[in-house]
């Protein structure tokens, strides 16, 4: 599955800065997690989509890899539906995330840049841990 994930978390990367980019996450049969990796850039942002059921819990977590700035990186998860609204918003909250899911459907972990690394368009490589249980 890692190897999946991480070729799922490069899938889009030669879009332009503004582009969004989208890969689904799978858990491999008796697995409730998995890591992915990529990198965002400047106004870029990167949406990972999972199925999940209303009650469960959604665990994220958010790590700096590697940047060439300061590493502001953050992840909102958005529920199914949402036109941009967040259930968690990241750069308020913390880049860890432990939330009861309000209802079944595809909600969506937005991976995206603020302050001078989003505005002199640098990139921040990231691991994101996810888990639904």
Known sequence: MKALALTLACIGFATSASAQSVADVKFETGNYGTMVNGTVTGKEYFDYRLGAKAGQEL???LQVS???GYGVIY???????????AIYNGSINGNTARVELPE?????????LMG???????????????SIQ
């Open 75 to 85: 992840f909102n998860i958005l529920p199914p539906g949402s036109d941009g609204a």
């Open 66 to 68: 590697d940047t060439n």
């Open 104 to 112: 079944d459907g595809d909600y969506t972990i937005r991976v995206y």
């Open 116 to 130: 001078n690394d989003r505005d002199s368009d640098k990139t921040v490589g990231y691991n994101l841990d996810l």
């Open 59 to 61: 665990f994220a977590e």
